[in-house]
DNA sequence: TTTTAATTAAACCAATTAGTCTAATTGTTA
DNA sequence: TAACAATTAGACTAATTGGTTTAATTAAAA
């Protein structure tokens, strides 16, 4: 039957909670009041709170993966189409989040990537998993004359990485989405081949 | 003769302390023992932590404009060419800084932007001021042909400052500068005339 | 069924948080 | 110089922080 709580919905909870409102402006408290556990049930299943936020962002950047991989395999697609799909989905989700989401691990990234070295490590083992993975279609779609060669495939994948995180961090004080979709169109117009 | 303690010179520390190390990872305290002023006085210049950010970024954003407008206004290059200068000079800053500082505003819209709506218009303000005179500049170039016309100045100006800020929160995981002069590099190359 | 380990539960703790208060002192102005 | 306002000073407060502790309970293994 297994105990009454589960790690994987504290970790839910703590994407959730982190993701809005960053690292250290969240207590363990409102984090235990979200998941209606008590203290020490939080504390058996982590050793603290920096090692919580460890688990949430290693478990999102696998959420991530598998949603990137989702997008980029749809064989209905040109590799560049998979790739704009992947990224109009972005502006999507965080037009209907009302763009107080963003990224868990930009957000974080930001806030504590020259404080804490494990959460930097962490983070940037995350990105660059995500990168990865763009960048495969991306060597695709230049195989197909779909975009521009005199970058490598890696390289564009960190340029489109990087400016969607600029982008994300612009939204969260312009509250409107009308520079993601030219943001979007910019880049995609950008690296064509 | 004046008081002992200078209100510039507690902006300035909470402008160094806030940029490497976020706002609610900092107390009033620390700022107290860094610019070694008791709270009282803390207190009678600024009326909450809240308003003491907001002066910060304000006197920020104020120094920044200054910034550029001295890197913009070098007529020994031409408008193209300033905005280069003006970027890889941000990347030489964060480099001597060792990638452990980044743009207060990028970090403080990054942690406070979707918690704090006076921080975030603060934020929104001083930003689009830069991007205007980016933006200036950018039409200059345009006008000489060295910047593409399919969209507006300030469509690439926001596209630029996007960009800068998401390598910014880049590097402050990776903490090299390498990704910043490719950034700095295709950016420039994507946008020319 | 007995033993053992994991989990649940919440009271408790020391440190820190932003902010207040009162008194002494300093500078400015009438 | 006298009166007044601004500033300095730091002890104090109430709330919150991350984390510990101990006891009760539950599940799994022998």
Same mark, same amino acid.
């Given at each position: 039957?297994?105990? %009454?709580? +589960? %790690?994987?919905?504290?970790? @839910? ?6 993701? $809005? $409102?960053?690292?250290?402006? &969240?207590?363990?408290?409102?984090? /235990? ?5 008590? $203290? ?6 982590? *050793?603290? *709170?920096?090692?919580?936020?460890? +688990? &949430? ?17 749809? @064989?209905? /697609?040109?590799?560049?189409?998979? /790739? %704009?799909?992947?990224? @109009? ?15 868990? =691990? ?5 806030? =504590?990537g020259t404080q804490n070295k494990l ?5 940037? *083992? ?15 779609? +230049?195989? /197909? ?31 409107? $989405?009308?520079?993601?979709? *030219? ?9 064509k081949g």
């Open positions: 039957m297994g105990y %009454k709580y +589960q %790690k994987k919905d504290i970790l @839910q909870i703590g994407y959730d909670v982190f993701r $809005k $409102k960053g690292y250290h402006n &969240v207590g363990i408290n409102e984090i /235990l009041k979200q998941a209606n556990i008590p $203290k020490g049930s939080f504390y058996n299943f982590f *050793k603290s *709170k920096e090692d919580f936020a460890m +688990q &949430v962002i290693d478990d999102y950047g696998e959420n991530n993966r598998s949603l990137i991989t989702s997008f980029l395999n749809n @064989q209905a /697609l040109s590799p560049f189409n998979r /790739l %704009k799909s992947f990224y @109009q989905s972005l502006i999507d989700d965080n037009q209907k989040d009302n763009y107080l989401g963003s990224c868990l =691990l930009n957000t974080l990234a930001n806030e =504590l959460i930097a490590t962490t983070t940037d *083992k995350n990105f660059l998993s995500w990168v990865y993975l763009i960048a495969e279609c991306v060597k695709e779609a +230049q195989l /197909l004359g779909e975009i521009r060669n005199d970058y490598s495939s890696f390289e564009i994948a960190e340029y489109l990485h990087a400016g969607c995180n600029g982008v994300y961090s612009r939204m969260k004080v312009t509250h409107s $989405k009308a520079f993601m979709e *030219k943001w979007l169109e910019m880049s995609f117009e950008f690296i």
